[in-house]
């Protein structure tokens, strides 16, 4: 039962525009959402994260933005930078004593 | 400030074999995890320790998997005896508390032939 989900494998961004990863859950108990970052050979680095009471977090380039309604979640890379280039997950929460990851989405930024 | 450790970083066992890896947190974290993850998948997580006690192992196969967390620093992840299925990355990650704050380890690759 997958209840995290990335549909998109890849994503493909030139330098300097906007990526927009997206992420659906399916449990509503979810109350805290979370995006690592991946490169290879190397573990997950916490992104930023977004709590089920907000609909909008902010962290520099990186912004998460959730819809409740939809089970929805996306995280916005602005503007998109070659190091930026990784594997993302999505990942879901429940009183942080379980976690749920997505498969992951691999973002190219090309120069 | 040391990031966690695991080892070995690399792992080939052939299936039935017995296998262990292990993992140091990050000095003064309390919480510690153990997830799996498979080719192409998320990672999942098998056990999550608060101290030296178990807060969640509903996805830990405890037929095979057993892991351990003495003093509540270093622990270790056994498999007994591993199958071809268990072939994946072990990442092991801590945080000062049950919290999304992990830091993760650069994980163990292990192959089952």
């Known amino acids: 039962d997958q209840q995290v989900k990335q549909n998109s494998p890849s994503l493909s961004v030139q330098e300097g525009r906007i990526s927009i990863l997206n992420c659906d859950y399916t449990n509503s108990m979810f109350d805290y959402f979370l995006w690592y970052k991946k490169y290879p050979a190397e573990g997950p680095t916490f992104l930023i994260s977004i709590s089920s009471i907000k609909d909008k977090n902010e962290d520099g380039r990186f912004t998460v933005f959730l819809n409740k309604s939809a089970k929805h979640l996306s995280l916005h890379i602005v503007p998109s930078q070659p190091g930026d280039s990784a594997v993302y997950f999505c990942?879901?929460?429940?009183?942080?004593?379980?976690?749920?990851f997505g498969s992951g989405t691999k973002l190219n930024v090309k120069p | 400030e040391a990031g966690v450790a695991q080892s070995p970083r690399y792992k080939i066992i052939e299936k039935r074999q017995s296998v262990a890896f292990w993992c140091n947190p990050i000095?003064?974290?309390?919480?510690l995890y153990w997830y799996q993850q498979i080719l192409g998948q998320g990672p999942k997580l098998l056990i999550q320790?608060?101290?030296?006690?178990?807060?969640?192992d509903s996805q830990l196969p405890k037929d095979r998997f057993s892991a351990e967390r003495l003093k509540g620093v270093d622990s270790t992840l056994k498999i007994q005896p591993a199958k071809l299925e268990d072939s994946a990355v072990y990442l092991c990650?801590?945080?000062?508390?049950?919290?999304?704050?992990?830091?993760f380890g650069p994980g163990t690759r292990l192959t089952v032939t």
């Open positions: 000095s003064g974290h309390a919480t």
């Open positions: 320790f608060q101290n030296n006690g178990v807060v969640d």
């Open positions: 990942a879901a929460s429940i009183t942080f004593n379980k976690f749920y």
């Open positions: 990650a801590s945080s000062v508390s049950p919290s999304y704050e992990q830091y």
